[in-house]
Nanobody, 112 residues
Framework: QVQLVESGGGLVQPGGSLRLSCAASGFTFKIYAMSWYRQTPGKERELVARISSTGGSTTYADSVKGRFTISRDNAKSTLYLQMNSLKPEDTAVYYC?????WGQGTQVNVSS
């Protein structure tokens, strides 16, 4: 069955960086577009970034453009999200998604 396991979250100061990873299994990773979403309490889950199956095309939410970079390693079936210049408003649970399947999420807290 499809499994998506996020990791790399934690507590970081404003202006800091984190790299999230999403290890995928149970499906042919290299043929699926992949996405990162985030959610804070009381709000809907929002799309952060999306990457095509080959990695040749990416899209970002306006709020993270220029600060976050989505990438993938199809040989390792792993999705990444490099987050730089983090802001308190980036605090959320971050999820990876593939074809309607979700991981359990990883918590990111940006605070001084």
């Amino acid at each position: 069955q499809v499994q998506l396991v996020e990791s790399g979250g934690g507590l970081v100061q404003p202006g800091g960086s984190l790299r999230l990873s999403c290890a995928a299994s149970g499906f042919t990773f290299k043929i699926y577009a992949m996405s990162w979403y985030r959610q804070t309490p009381g709000k809907e889950r929002e799309l952060v970034a999306r990457i095509s199956s080959t990695g040749g095309s990416t899209t970002y939410a306006d709020s993270v453009k220029g600060r976050f970079t989505i990438s993938r390693d199809n040989a390792k079936s792993t999705l990444y999200l490099q987050m730089n210049s983090l802001k308190p408003e980036d605090t959320a649970v971050y999820y990876c998604m593939a074809s309607g399947n979700w991981g359990q999420g990883t918590q990111v807290n940006v605070s001084s």
